[in-house]
C-alpha cells in the first residue's frame, strides 16, 4: 500500500469523521500531502552516496476561508502531515537535519481552494555544530524556504577515488572524485521504483501509464508514453511530450543527462538511476 493511500486511511479514522467535513472545500489533504512528497523530491541534496538530505520544515500557505476551516485542527493535520513526510522519507530512503515540523499559515492572495508549500532545511544542534537558524518576522528565513542549508554536513577535503564522500560529476562523464571505467568491463543500467529495481537492457526504456511501455507506472500524474532513457556516455532522459513533465535532479526540464544516484519525479513517483561499471 502506497504512503498517501496509508495517510488517507489514518486521516478518515481522526475525530470522528471531522475532517472529511471541514475538506468539503476544494483543498484536499491528499492534495497537499502530494505536494509535500514533490518538495522533498525537487529540493532533495546529495551530500554522498549514503545520505540524501530533504527538507524538514514546511510551511503550508491555505486562503483565508481555507486557514479559519482549517486553524482549529492544524495541530493534529500537522502531525499526521509529518507522519507522511517521515513514511515516505523511509521509503525513499531520504534522511533529515533536524526533527519534521508541518504547520499552516494564512496567504491573503490565496483564493479559497488554491494553497502554496515552502520548506528549508533546519539543522538541529546534535546533527551540526551549528545553531539552527532562526525564522525572520512574517515567516522568512536565514536562507529563505526552497533552498538547502546554509551549512552543510563537513565532506571530506581528499576523498578515495569512489569512497563514500566522493563527488560525482554534475555530467555523468568521468572525472575527478569518480572511478575510471574498467577497461573493457560493459557498464550495467537500472532504475528503482518503490524499492523494486528494473533492468536496462536496451538502448532505450519506455516509462509510462500505459501497458505497451516498457517500465508501466501505475500513477495518474504519469501520462501513457511518459519520457525515455537513452543509455550511453553519458546517458540520457527525454521526455516524450508529457502532460506533466519531468523532474531530474530537482529541476524541470524536457531533456537531461543522467548520472549514478540521478532522481526523476514523474508524476508522484520517484525514480532512481543507477549505472556502474561490470
Same mark, same amino acid.
Given at each position: 500500500?502506497?504512503?498517501?493511500?496509508?495517510?488517507?486511511? !489514518?486521516?478518515?479514522?481522526?475525530?470522528?469523521?471531522?475532517?472529511?467535513?471541514?475538506?468539503?472545500?476544494?483543498?484536499?489533504?491528499? *492534495?497537499?500531502?502530494?505536494?509535500?512528497?514533490?518538495?522533498?523530491?525537487?529540493? @532533495?541534496?546529495?551530500?554522498?552516496?549514503?545520505?540524501?538530505?530533504? $527538507?524538514?520544515?514546511?510551511?503550508?500557505? %491555505?486562503?483565508?476561508?481555507?486557514?479559519?476551516?482549517? +486553524? $482549529?485542527?492544524?495541530?493534529?493535520?500537522?502531525?499526521?502531515?509529518?507522519?507522511?513526510?517521515?513514511?515516505?522519507?523511509?521509503?525513499?530512503?531520504?534522511?533529515?537535519?533536524?526533527?519534521?515540523?508541518?504547520?499552516? *499559515?494564512?496567504?491573503?492572495?490565496?483564493?479559497?481552494?488554491?494553497?502554496?508549500?515552502?520548506?528549508?532545511?533546519?539543522? +538541529?544542534?546534535?546533527?551540526?555544530?551549528? /545553531?539552527?537558524?532562526?525564522? &525572520? $518576522?512574517?515567516?522568512? @528565513? *536565514?536562507?529563505?524556504?526552497?533552498?538547502?542549508?546554509?551549512?552543510?554536513?563537513?565532506?571530506?577535503? /581528499?576523498? =578515495?577515488?569512489?569512497? =563514500?564522500? /566522493?563527488?560525482?560529476?554534475?555530467?555523468?562523464?568521468?572525472?575527478?572524485?569518480?572511478?575510471?571505467?574498467?577497461?573493457?568491463?560493459?557498464?550495467?543500467?537500472?532504475?528503482?521504483?518503490?524499492?523494486?529495481?528494473? &533492468?536496462?537492457?536496451?538502448?532505450?526504456?519506455?516509462?509510462?501509464?500505459?501497458?505497451? @511501455?516498457?517500465?508501466?507506472?501505475?500513477?495518474?500524474?504519469? +501520462?501513457?508514453?511518459?519520457?525515455?532513457?537513452?543509455?550511453?556516455?553519458?546517458?540520457?532522459?527525454?521526455? %516524450?511530450?508529457?502532460?506533466?513533465?519531468?523532474?531530474?535532479?530537482?529541476?524541470?526540464?524536457?531533456?537531461?543527462?543522467?548520472?549514478?544516484?540521478? !532522481?526523476?519525479?514523474?508524476?508522484?513517483?520517484?525514480?532512481?538511476?543507477?549505472?556502474? *561499471?561490470?
Amino acid at each position: 500500500m502506497g504512503v498517501l493511500k496509508r495517510f488517507e486511511q !489514518r486521516l478518515e479514522g481522526l475525530v470522528n469523521g471531522t475532517f472529511a467535513k471541514v475538506f468539503k472545500s476544494e483543498v484536499q489533504p491528499v *492534495e497537499i500531502a502530494g505536494a509535500l512528497q514533490r518538495e522533498c523530491d525537487n529540493n @532533495a541534496t546529495i551530500w554522498n552516496r549514503e545520505r540524501t538530505v530533504v $527538507p524538514n520544515d514546511f510551511i503550508v500557505e %491555505l486562503s483565508a476561508g481555507d486557514y479559519d476551516r482549517l +486553524s $482549529p485542527y492544524s495541530g493534529q493535520l500537522g502531525d499526521e502531515l509529518a507522519g507522511l513526510v517521515r513514511d515516505y522519507a523511509k521509503q525513499q530512503r531520504y534522511s533529515f537535519m533536524g526533527p519534521i515540523k508541518v504547520q499552516l *499559515e494564512k496567504a491573503d492572495d490565496l483564493d479559497t481552494g488554491l494553497y502554496r508549500v515552502r520548506s528549508r532545511t533546519l539543522a +538541529s544542534s546534535t546533527s551540526q555544530p551549528q /545553531a539552527p537558524q532562526g525564522r &525572520q $518576522p512574517g515567516g522568512a @528565513a *536565514e536562507g529563505g524556504y526552497g533552498y538547502p542549508p546554509v551549512a552543510a554536513p563537513p565532506m571530506p577535503s /581528499a576523498p =578515495p577515488p569512489g569512497g =563514500p564522500g /566522493a563527488r560525482r560529476p554534475a555530467t555523468g562523464a568521468p572525472g575527478a572524485g569518480a572511478p575510471a571505467p574498467s577497461s573493457g568491463a560493459p557498464r550495467r543500467h537500472w532504475i528503482e521504483i518503490n524499492g523494486t529495481r528494473h &533492468q536496462i537492457s536496451r538502448p532505450t526504456l519506455v516509462l509510462g501509464r500505459s501497458t505497451e @511501455a516498457d517500465v508501466r507506472i501505475d500513477d495518474p500524474g504519469v +501520462s501513457r508514453r511518459h519520457c525515455e532513457i537513452r543509455t550511453g556516455t553519458p546517458s540520457t532522459i527525454q521526455d %516524450l511530450g508529457s502532460t506533466n513533465g519531468i523532474v531530474v535532479d530537482g529541476q524541470h526540464t524536457t531533456r537531461a543527462t543522467l548520472r549514478d544516484g540521478s !532522481r526523476i519525479v514523474v508524476g508522484s513517483t520517484t525514480i532512481i538511476y543507477r549505472q556502474a *561499471e561490470g
